[in-house]
């Protein structure tokens, strides 16, 4: 399988050379030349199947230039009960009204990005050694991808990772996770500004061609295209365990800031799964719903974006839409590099006449949830189900139920563990948030972390410095 540009500037690289990569020279995004297709015996094969086991087939399909017994063995080392803490991985409970949650939040870091990263950390380290590279990844957080990227990166061989985040704006428990770590490969950058300042950073890193190669920059965000890939397993995972059989269909409703996770599940759908809807659940930063509902994308820039409850989702330019942008108007690079110009000179664009196929041939709808809506579901589900959920998987609920069809089966996607929210949760509750053994004691934890304002210079000058 090769992969193209989302922009059409490409020449056709393998998977290997996709992760390493980051952006795409043309500024776009990879995507496979064409999804592969699951047969209905494929199906009924993989139902059965470990979690290891069903990731290695969904996986293979996309990285063919990994040796198969190479790529299952990283697999194996990954989705293990030591890290994920059963065999299951991603287990589901099912709420009084049918609601199906798909818990996606058990790895080291208590988010659903482990799912993805502790994949791309092994990913990574073979590899760099396999070609004999050092990689120096430049990433973004709004709240968990950092987190994750960096208990999955810490102590490997030829890997460094510089993280940004915006200061101040994640929650005590998220920042302490990131800047608690003292391992030397890894460097948090907090920047005075929103989480789409710290990702505008990162594109004009990867987009400053000399500086990247110089520094081997790479990226651990969403637009890596092996994150992706990893997080199509769980969505196959979680048809089958929140079905009897083949023969249903479910929908997914997905908490959704830089449409990364959602994404996946459009990837699932369009390889065969069978998935009835794809339901984006925003929160106050609405764009994404606004686009599912008018056709109108329009990023609103970060003095317009709200600092809410679910941090996570605090974004208001998501960049793994365009992925999905590429589908919907028929791949054409040419149409996606003129649509996104216009998202860079902050009119954004309109694709009404579009919406048609966005909801009946690509499945999408949507909703939003507020802080107050939040507050309403933790304790509606804590009340009815006796099941604390986080903040970000309480506008997922919120909105599944607002949207929901009669006989449609929903599987919510888990975000994070409440425990990450504490503030928000004893607002809802009136008590704290449960916290798994092992992570008393993180906030106090000495933290490390350098201060800076939105500049991709001083950003690159920091890195520069760090590798000298």
């Known amino acids: 399988m090769r992969y193209i540009s989302t922009r059409g500037g490409m020449a056709p690289l393998e998977f290997s050379d996709t992760i390493l990569m980051g952006l795409a020279p043309d500024g776009g995004l990879a995507l496979p030349e064409s999804y592969p297709q699951i047969t209905r015996a494929q199906l009924d094969a993989w139902r059965g199947l470990s979690y290891a086991d069903l990731a290695f087939e969904i996986v293979s399909l996309f990285a063919t230039d ?258 999905f942008i590429f589908d919907l108007v028929g791949r054409d690079g040419d149409k996606v590099k003129a649509l996104w110009a216009e998202v860079d000179s902050g009119k954004g664009f309109d694709l009404a006449a579009n919406l048609g196929a966005v909801r009946e041939r690509f499945g999408f709808v949507s909703g939003k949830s507020t802080h107050a809506d939040r507050l309403v579901t933790i304790r509606a589900v804590d009340a009815e189900d006796g099941v604390v959920v986080d903040t970000h998987t309480a506008d997922g609920i919120k909105v599944a139920r607002e949207v929901r069809l009669p006989g449609e089966t929903i599987v919510c996607l888990e975000t994070a563990l409440p425990a990450k929210f504490a503030d928000t949760i004893r607002e809802a509750l009136n008590r704290d948030a449960p916290r798994p053994d092992g992570f008393d004691g993180l906030e106090e934890l000495p933290q490390r972390v350098t201060v800076f304002d939105a500049d991709a210079a001083a950003v690159k000058a920091y890195i520069e410095q760090a590798l000298a």
């Open 66 to 323: 990994i040796p198969a017994a190479d790529l299952k063995d990283i697999l194996d080392r990954t989705y293990t009960a030591k890290v994920y803490g059963s065999e299951a991985i991603t287990p589901v409970k099912r709420l009084h009204d049918g609601l199906v949650i798909l818990e996606l939040s058990n790895g080291p870091t208590l988010a659903f990005k482990d799912m993805a990263m502790q994949f791309l950390g092994n990913l990574f380290e073979y590899v760099l050694a396999k070609k004999g590279e050092q990689l120096n990844i430049v990433g973004a957080t709004s709240g968990d991808t950092g987190s994750a990227a960096e208990y999955a990166m810490r102590g490997k061989q030829n890997i460094n990772v510089f993280m940004m985040s915006p200061d101040g704006l994640m929650s005590t428990f998220q920042r302490a996770q990131m800047y608690s770590l003292q391992d030397a490969n890894i460097h948090n950058i907090a920047i005075r500004g929103m989480f789409d300042d710290c990702q505008d950073i990162v594109k004009a890193v990867q987009n400053d061609h000399a500086f990247k190669a110089k520094y081997k920059v790479g990226t651990v965000n969403s637009i890596n295209w092996a994150r992706i890939v990893a997080q199509v397993v769980y969505y196959f995972k979680g048809y089958f365990n929140a079905t009897q059989s083949n023969d249903e269909q479910v929908s997914f409703c997905v908490p959704s800031g830089n449409f990364g996770n959602v994404c996946a599940g459009h990837i699932a759908r369009q390889m065969g799964l069978p998935v009835q809807r794809l339901i984006v659940a925003t929160n106050e930063n609405d764009v994404l719903d606004e686009f599912f509902k008018s056709g109108k994308y329009a990023p609103r820039g970060t003095a317009n974006t709200w600092v809410t409850s679910s941090p996570s989702m605090d974004i208001s330019k998501a960049s793994n839409f365009e992925r």
